[in-house]
Antibody, heavy 123, light 110 residues
Framework: QLQLQESGPGLVKPSETLSLTCTVS??????????WGWIRQPPGKGLEWIGS???????YYNPSLKSRVTISVDTSKNQFSLKLSSVTAADTAVYYC???????????????WGQGTLVTVSS | QSVLTQPPSVSAAPGQKVTISCSGS????????VSWYQQLPGTAPKLLIY???KRPSGIPDRFSGSKSGTSATLGITGLQTGDEADYYC???????????FGGGTKLTVL
């Protein structure tokens, strides 16, 4: 059974960089059939799509976050990561990693999710 | 503010049917497939519907999806108290080259 687990600091200071890692177990991140991505949810609010990455390193980013976001993949560790720079309180959210079960752009759906990790931006 | 528009809340009695709408445009729903997610309180979202109307293994047929033009609909029949959750639609936006989610709909089973 595929499992995804987010890890990283739960508290980040304003203006610093948020860094999270998603470890995939029970399957290979190098599969040619999937993208992997990050989705966040501010407290009490809805889901926000952050971006996705293919094992080759090809990425898509939310235009509203693109200038601050970097998603990378480490196939040797079966992990992918999120970096969000210059954070503010508005970036406080539960961050989920997930598997996108298609490599075709018009087939956007996420079938496996991590449990989520709360990241608070505060001094 | 989400590009995909969902009603903030819907409600119905146990055993009844409810529908949740998701309205978009030609750049997203109109030309791409729609998925739906259920998020129970304090948990990660769970895939309910993919490719407009397909159910993953283990999802009961009480849940159904449809799409027409630039709108999609999630239907839930035989409502149970355990269906109380937030529901989100999702799709790809060809103009933005990015994924999107609706703002979410809170379902209350009265």
């Amino acid at each position: 059974q595929l499992q995804l687990q987010e890890s990283g600091p739960g508290l980040v200071k304003p203006s610093e960089t948020l860094s999270l890692t998603c470890t995939v177990s029970g399957g290979s991140i190098s599969s040619s059939s999937y993208y992997w991505g990050w989705i966040r949810q501010p407290p009490g609010k809805g889901l926000e799509w952050i971006g996705s990455i293919y094992y080759s390193g090809s990425t898509y980013y939310n235009p509203s976050l693109k200038s601050r976001v970097t998603i990378s993949v480490d196939t040797s560790k079966n992990q992918f990561s999120l970096k969000l720079s210059s954070v503010t309180a508005a970036d406080t959210a539960v961050y989920y990693c997930a598997r996108r079960s298609s490599i075709l752009r018009f087939l956007e759906w996420w079938d496996y999710w991590g449990q989520g990790t709360l990241v608070t931006v505060s001094s | 503010q989400s590009v995909l528009t969902q009603p903030p809340s819907v409600s119905a009695a146990p055993g009844q049917k409810v529908t949740i709408s998701c309205s978009g445009s030609s750049s997203n729903i109109g030309n791409n497939y729609v998925s739906w997610y259920q998020q129970l309180p304090g948990t990660a979202p769970k895939l309910l519907i993919y490719e407009n109307n397909k159910r993953p293994s283990g999802i009961p047929d009480r849940f159904s999806g449809s799409k027409s033009g630039t709108s999609a609909t999630l239907g839930i029949t035989g409502l149970q108290t355990g269906d109380e959750a937030d529901y989100y639609c999702g799709t790809w936006d060809s103009s933005l080259s990015a994924g999107e989610f609706g703002g979410g709909t809170k379902l209350t089973v009265l």
